[in-house]
């Protein structure tokens, strides 16, 4: 009987966070003319940035953040799968780290948190941080928030990409 009570309470108190999630949840296409203009934001950034290095910097930073053409988001359980073009992540929310590497072979680790309406999945290395914050605007297209951060850049690069559910 105890158990009984202690699982339906469990389920009562996880479902509110459940629900808004599970809004998120589909497949979305980019909308390029809403979405910010990924170069600029690159410029932006690189701005103030040794001249010398400027170049380097701003190709690493362009090739790194490419406009990504879909987004497809899927809960499971305490758990979330989250593709961006043609990358795939899973991670329990609010779980511990999942380690992996780039291409490049540098290692990184991938989490996930809800944090009120907004799903914020993160990529910490060595280098660096780089946070997608996904959330639904008033229209209820996908904003994926993208803030990469590291001690190399002297402010963070930030931008919008906006999509629309399929």
Do not use: C, W
Not at 35 to 51: G, L, Y
Not at 69 to 75: E, L, Q, S, T
């Amino acid at each position: 009987m105890h158990l009984r009570f202690a699982v339906a309470a469990a389920l009562v108190f996880a479902t509110p966070a459940v629900a808004q999630d599970l809004r998120l949840a589909g497949t979305y296409a980019l909308d390029a003319s809403a979405s910010d203009d990924i170069r600029a934001a690159v410029q932006t950034t690189v701005a103030r940035v040794n001249p010398i290095l400027r170049g380097y910097v701003r190709s690493r930073l362009r090739t790194a953040n490419p406009p990504i053409p879909n987004v497809a988001i899927v809960f499971s359980g305490n758990a979330v799968t989250i593709t961006t073009g043609a990358d795939t992540r899973r991670n329990v929310i609010d779980g511990p780290g999942v380690r992996a590497r780039d291409n490049d072979g540098k290692a990184y680790t991938t989490t996930v948190t809800v944090h009120g309406p907004h799903l914020i999945q993160r990529f910490v290395a060595d280098d660096g941080t780089r946070t997608n914050t996904f959330s639904l605007d008033a229209q209820g297209r996908l904003v994926m928030n993208v803030r990469l951060e590291s001690n190399r850049l002297p402010t963070p690069l930030v931008y919008n990409q906006i999509y629309q559910r399929r």
